[in-house]
């Protein structure tokens, strides 16, 4: 760290070097030009600190010193022949930032050092590089927290330090970056919940990300006024309290949503026009599914599992033509008729399992062609199997155990010939197999044959 140097035992050779700095430093022209040699030394510099060269940087050397442009992991500015990017991503580099020299950087606009084994302190100097619009330090082991010199970047477009070992707060003042269009800050040791009403909305923001990082207040006000969001993932945290339905009116453009693994309760949130993905799992939701979630009509994928859900699976579900994905599992949902109108015809998996519900499998299950998994085990189902299930000849799992299933098995079930995982323990089935599915492969149906 820069302010390492003014520690108690170095004061005194300090002093004097402070000195010596600014008198060299009167001698300088006022502005402050670096050329490309310049850059290219402290390049150099920087590298010899390295714990081993990666030797992919072998153009970075002495001897191709005039030839900046040239070396690795280099672009120029065509006019100025002055380093403008920097992309160090995948290197295998074991190194610091804490050498590197960014004074002669300062008209840098990318820089990137994704996925390598950078360790110790994001400098503060890294404020002098206004000019950048891409900074990506993701996939590292920095550590210690984020400095607030950051906020100095207002060009910046993207910022990432995904998945380091960052710790204390997210600093308020990165919500000055009004520019920014992808902040991610996924994956590090954020343990101080900052105060989330100093942070303004950001404008251009359309990807926030905060992934597990032991966040644990309310849903962050600062959210709803970021008017361009279109991802947002606050996944893995301990984030707590009900979600007013407010909090995603402005948030229009919103297309996929992921607050899995939290302690949110209450209503769920319902008014997002644009969401294609829904995945709010593993919290304390209650209440009922909103009636009218079939008229977000882009969704794709929606997972609910593992809340508090009571009442009804809405009909208006049967609606979403482009649904791929529904997992209603482990709620205490009661009552299904959401294919009825047998519209969603992509739907490729279908989990309600460890709900309340009752009644039949209705026929028209027959329509949904595409698909390859069904899970309705542990159920209240309590009639016989409707023979349209047979039409879903791409299933390759099929739960029905634990149910009050009864009747005979319909015969067009010897259909299913990509059936891998069938399982039918613990229903009220009379009557034969059918021969094919006593060639079944899974130990699943075993079961199911010794409880017939
Ligand atoms: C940055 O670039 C401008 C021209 O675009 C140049 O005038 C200036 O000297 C450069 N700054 C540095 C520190 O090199
Ligand atoms: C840079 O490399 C290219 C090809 O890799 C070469 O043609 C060019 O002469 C080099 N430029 C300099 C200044 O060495
Ligand atoms: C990076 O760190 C990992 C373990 O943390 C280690 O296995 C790997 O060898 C390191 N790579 C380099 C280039 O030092
Ligand atoms: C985080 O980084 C480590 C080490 O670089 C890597 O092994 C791991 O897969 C990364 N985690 C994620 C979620 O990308
Ligand atoms: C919001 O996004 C749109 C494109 O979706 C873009 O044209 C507009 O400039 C963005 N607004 C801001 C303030 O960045
Ligand atoms: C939504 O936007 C309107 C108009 O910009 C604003 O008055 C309102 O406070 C915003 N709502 C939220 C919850 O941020
Ligand atoms: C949503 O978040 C959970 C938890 O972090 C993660 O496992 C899952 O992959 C995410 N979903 C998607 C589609 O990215
Ligand atoms: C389903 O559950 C809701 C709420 O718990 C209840 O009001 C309703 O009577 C139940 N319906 C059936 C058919 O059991
Ligand atoms: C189904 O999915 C395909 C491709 O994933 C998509 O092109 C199509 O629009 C979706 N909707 C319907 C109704 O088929
Ligand atoms: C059967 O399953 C395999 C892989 O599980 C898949 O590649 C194939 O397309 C499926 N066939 C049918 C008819 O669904």
Not at 62 to 73: E, K, S, V
Request: some cysteine; proline content about 6%.
């Amino acid at each position: 760290m820069e302010g390492g140097v003014f520690s108690a035992q170095s004061q005194k050779p300090t002093y004097l070097l402070l000195l010596l700095h600014i008198f060299l430093l009167a001698l300088l022209p006022f502005k402050a030009i670096s050329s490309p040699k310049t850059q290219a030394e402290a390049l150099l510099t920087w590298k010899n600190t390295f714990a081993s060269a990666p030797p992919s940087l072998t153009s970075w050397s002495l001897t191709d010193l005039n030839n900046i442009c040239n070396w690795t992991a280099i672009v120029c500015d065509h006019s100025t022949k002055q380093v403008s990017q920097i992309d160090l991503s995948n290197f295998n580099i074991d190194a610091t930032l804490t050498h590197f020299n960014f004074t002669p950087f300062l008209n840098l606009t990318q820089f990137n050092l994704n996925g390598n084994n950078f360790t110790g302190p994001v400098p503060s100097a890294i404020g002098k590089l206004s000019k950048l619009t891409t900074l990506d330090l993701g996939n590292n082991f920095f550590d210690q927290e984020i400095p607030v010199e950051i906020s100095k970047l207002t060009e910046l477009k993207y910022l990432s330090f995904f998945n380091n070992t960052l710790t204390r707060v997210i600093p308020y003042q990165l919500s000055n970056l009004q520019k920014v269009q992808f902040l991610i800050l996924g994956g590090n040791y954020f343990l101080e919940t900052p105060d989330w009403s100093k942070f303004s909305g950001m404008p251009s923001l359309t990807y926030l990300d905060f992934y597990l990082n032991f966040l644990d207040s309310e849903f962050p006000e600062f959210i709803s006024k970021c008017l361009n969001l279109t991802f947002l993932d606050l996944s893995r945290n301990s984030f707590t309290g009900q979600i007013p339905q407010q909090v995603f009116t402005n948030l229009s453009k919103l297309e996929y949503l992921n607050l899995t693994i939290n302690d949110f309760e209450g209503p769920l949130p319902s008014n997002f026009p644009k969401l294609k993905h829904l995945h709010l799992a593993q919290n304390n939701f209650g209440g009922p599914i909103p009636k009218d979630i079939g008229l977000i009509s882009g969704l794709q994928i929606i997972d609910l599992s593992w809340n508090s859900l009571e009442g009804p699976i809405p009909s208006s579900i049967g609606q979403l033509r482009e649904l791929k994905y529904l997992d209603l599992r482990d709620n205490s949902l009661n009552s299904s008729t959401p294919f009825e109108r047998g519209l969603c015809t992509n739907l490729t998996y279908l989990d309600l399992t460890s709900n309340h519900l009752k009644g039949k499998i209705p026929p028209s299950i027959g329509q949904l062609r595409e698909l390859q998994y069904l899970d309705l085990h542990t159920n209240s189902l309590d009639s016989s199997i409707a023979s349209e299930l047979g039409l879903c000849t791409n299933l390759a799992f099929l739960g029905l155990a634990v149910n009050e299933l009864n009747g005979e098995l319909p015969l067009s079930l010897s259909n299913l010939n990509n059936i891998s995982h069938l399982s039918l323990w613990a229903n009220r089935f009379t009557g034969p197999l059918l021969p094919s599915l006593q060639l079944d492969r899974s130990g699943l149906f075993e079961t199911s044959k010794q409880q017939l």
